[in-house]
């Protein structure tokens, strides 16, 4: 399976939003969260023939995924921002997760 650029760009933003959430650790919400966009990813992209068959239903869950990771930060997040602190991981992660839909929506299959 050959790659293309807006789906490298998925990996990298989905690993940097992954790797976000589990830097929060021991909290069970981010580990759970970041374990979420891991699989996600590798359901979207791993040539899994179940997955494969079903790659708009997995598109669906991945940009829902990540929508909703952004609609419950905005309503139950920490909007204090202290550069350093894990206050500040909530504001990056929303970054990296906004690039994450960008390069899902350009990789969508009409």
């Not at 869950?61 to 500040?88: E, N, R």
Request: glycine content about 10%; cysteine-free; hydrophobic content about 55%.
């Amino acid at each position: 399976m050959k790659l293309t650029g807006k789906q490298y760009g998925i990996i990298l933003s989905d690993a940097a939003t992954a790797i976000l959430h589990l830097s929060l650790l021991p909290d069970i919400m981010f580990l759970l969260n970041g374990l979420g966009y891991i699989g996600l990813l590798g359901a979207y992209l791993l040539p899994i023939p179940f997955f494969q068959q079903r790659h708009t239903l997995v598109w669906w869950a991945l940009a829902g995924y990540t929508a909703l990771t952004i609609l419950l930060w905005v309503v139950m997040g920490d909007k204090t921002f202290v550069a350093g602190t894990s206050s500040a991981i909530g504001y990056y992660a929303k970054a990296v997760e906004l690039v994450l839909l960008g390069f899902l929506w350009a990789d969508k299959k009409s």
